[in-house]
């Protein structure tokens, strides 16, 4: 009997070992199933690459830090940068999480080309457009230069090589049968670009960004800034040969002194994400930043809006983004 009472007793514990063992495992694989279904992790501390400090990304990136912190409880830090093409390096680095960047210089290096070239991006998406960037090439009203063709011969910032404006310069170049050997070609930030002008130093600037652009505002302070036109069959050209592009113009009285309506191109600021985070969390930066403009001082938080929030987006949209637009009925065009 007692024999019998130990075998039965020992068959017991097997029986009950197993069993425990089995559940463990299933809460494993609940557990894996999880964190993919998720996507990522939800981290306590962001890190928000925006600009400059003298560009749009900067001032408006502290306002949006600010607003996903207080929403979403994920401590968001907006820090300067060398913007666009260089935001994405450092989203694909592991750098950072969040980035403004341009809608073309993100679909350049998801398509691994221009200064991606050998070198595509494929760790990051896209959160959604937030406003226009407007192209603009700054001078002083005595430079003599009115057109983009009188920019040859002339010293020119286009920014930093491979920028977003870098680039934009020279596409717009390419439009009017130029290149960059047609220019004495200048690498300067924003700042740099318009200190360099009211100094004397160079001739004039690419610059893209939302306008009003606080460095020219600075220079339209000390001197008399005239924005060069691009003619609408170049704008024309230029947006059938590259789609990112869209028709723009720098209104009347944008800057002191510039007294006219100015005809140029745009590309798109956008918000990027890399794919680490969990589409929780992209969920609720998503719907912080789109359901609290009235909470930014901007000027361009005006143009954020879910109505276009997808617009010019050239790569895919990460799951948490994505799921709210389904939500509030958003979808692209």
Do not use: R
């Amino acid at each position: 009997m007692k024999k019998k009472n130990y075998l039965f007793s020992f068959a017991m514990i097997l029986v009950l070992a197993l069993f425990l063992a089995a559940c463990g495992g299933d809460d494993e694989g609940d557990k894996a199933d999880g964190d993919s279904a998720e996507g990522g992790e939800t981290p306590e501390f962001l890190q928000m690459l925006t600009g400059g400090t003298s560009g749009t990304y900067y001032p408006l990136g502290g306002e949006m830090a600010k607003i996903i912190t207080d929403e979403t409880g994920m401590e968001t830090n907006a820090v300067s940068s060398n913007a666009s093409a260089d935001n994405m390096i450092s989203l694909q680095d592991g750098e950072a999480e969040l980035a403004f960047v341009q809608t073309d210089v993100a679909a350049n290096a998801i398509d691994g080309v221009n200064s991606f070239d050998g070198n595509p991006v494929d760790n990051v998406s896209a959160i959604g457009s937030l406003y226009p960037e407007t192209i603009q090439i700054v001078t002083t009203a005595d430079s003599g230069i009115a057109s983009v063709e009188d920019l040859a011969g002339k010293k020119v910032s286009v920014g930093a090589p491979g920028s977003g404006t870098f680039v934009n310069a020279e596409q717009i170049l390419e439009i009017h049968g130029m290149t960059m050997d047609d220019i004495d070609q200048q690498n300067l930030d924003f700042g740099e670009s318009t200190g360099g002008i009211q100094d004397g130093n160079i001739d004039a600037a690419f610059i893209t960004s939302g306008t009003p652009t606080g460095a020219v505002e600075g220079l339209a302070a000390t001197v008399d800034v005239s924005i060069v036109p691009i003619e609408q069959e170049k704008v024309d050209e230029l947006v059938e040969k590259y789609p990112y592009y869209a028709a723009d113009t720098v209104p009347a009285d944008t800057y002191s002194g510039q007294s006219e309506e100015v005809n140029t191109v745009a590309v798109l600021a956008m918000l990027a994400v890399t794919n680490s985070l969990s589409e929780d969390a992209v969920y609720d930066i998503t719907k912080a930043i789109y359901e609290n403009t009235d909470g930014m001082a901007h000027a361009k938080a005006e143009f954020i809006s879910t109505d276009s929030a997808l617009d010019g987006i050239g790569i895919d949209v990460h799951p948490g983004a994505q799921k709210y637009f389904d939500e509030v009925g958003v979808s692209a065009e």
